[in-house]
């Protein structure tokens, strides 16, 4: 099984949980691991592991070291390792990631940015660079993409 291995070693390491009868309403920030398997209506912070577990639900931004979503999750996404979108989960938003993984079945709608040399600051916030850059970043990267010459 995917991921089995990963998850049985996220599980034993996590310190904080949101039962599944738990409505939180506000930001949460946690230096470990945390899973949600209630409701959560606000910002989830973690410097550890990030778990929503098929009855969670987040609406809001997470940011964390690895995330995997078995339930559902209604904002953006950042992870500064491995991301796992299970068979049952569900993501509306943007994911910033290293390494994305999607299970068949589930849900993800919206744009996915991986960097292979990981996210170092994935708990700090970037700014969007301005549309001039963008424009010159594009014509770059057109000019050196080698599937562009023929």
């Known amino acids: 099984m995917l991921g089995k291995k990963t998850t049985d070693q996220i599980n034993a390491k996590i310190s904080s949980i949101i039962g599944s009868d738990m409505v939180v309403e506000g930001d949460i920030k946690a230096k ?4 949600v398997e209630g409701s959560v209506t606000g910002d989830v912070e973690t410097e550890g592991a990030l778990i929503i577990s098929s009855t969670g639900k987040v609406k809001g931004n ?3 070291s690895n995330i995997i979503i078995g339930g559902s999750l209604e904002g953006d996404l950042t992870s500064g390792g491995r991301t796992e979108v299970a068979s049952t989960g569900k993501v509306i938003g943007n994911i910033r990631t290293k390494s994305l993984v999607v ?3 589930a849900v993800f709608q919206g744009q996915c940015t991986m960097n292979t040399e990981g ?6 916030t970037s700014s969007e660079p301005e549309p001039a850059e ?3 970043s594009a014509q770059d990267n ?5 599937w562009n010459k023929r």
Request: charged fraction near 45%; avoid cysteine.
């Open 134 to 136: 963008q424009e010159e």
């Open 142 to 146: 057109k000019k050196e993409n080698k």
């Open 32 to 35: 470990e691991a945390v899973r």
């Open 62 to 64: 997470v940011k964390g």
């Open 103 to 105: 299970d068949e079945n």
């Open 119 to 124: 996210i170092a600051s994935y708990t700090q």
